[in-house]
C-alpha cells in the first residue's frame, strides 16, 4: 500500500514539474482526455437459476474529447471494464470479458480556478458487455467522482472513480438486472 501512494506522490509531483506554471483562472475551450487503471465487473446472473458468473478485477481506461466553460465540463467518452477470468457456475474460467460504454458527461469542478479541484460528474449512454460468445446492449447511466491537478494552463492529471450502471442486459443465458462495473483510473486532460 505504502508503495503504491509513493508511486502516486512521485507521478504527482513528476507532472507538475513537467507542466510548468499554473495561472490561478479558469480554463475553456475543447479538450481531449484520456485515463487507465483497474476495473471491476460485477456478477452476471443466469435466467431462472441461482447461479452466478463472478469477475477478477481487470484493466479499466477511457478515452474522450469535451468541452470546459469554466467550472463545467461536457464531454463523450468510451470507457471499457476488462476481466482476464473469473468462475462461472464454479468453474474457473479465463477468457477476457469486456463492457464498452459511449457515454456524454456533465462534469463540474468544485475549484476550477485552483491548481487541486475536486470533481463530480453523471453519464448517461449505452453500454455492451461481451462474455463467452454472448453479448448484449442496453441503456447506461453513471456517476464519476474524482480530484484533478493543474500541472499548467492546457494540462490536467487526475484521478477518478467511476461506476456505470446498466439496468437491464439479457441473453439466452444470462440476465442482468442493475448490472454494472467500476473503474478506478489515473489520466490526462488536454486544452486544445
Known sequence: MSSTKKLLFNLSIGASLLGGTVLAEENSGWYATGSIGASQITDLEYVNSTDVITFDSGLGLDLGFGYDFGSTRVEGTWSRGQSP??????TVFTTDSTIDSLLVSALYDFRSSKQWSPFVG???GSTRIEHANLDDTGFSYGLALGISYKTSDTTEVFFKSTAIITPELETTSWKITNGS??????GVRFLF
Do not use: C, R
Open 181 to 186: 462495473y467500476g473503474n478506478g483510473t489515473i
Open 85 to 90: 477470468g473469473g468462475t462461472d457456475k464454479g
Open 122 to 124: 453523471l453519464s448517461l
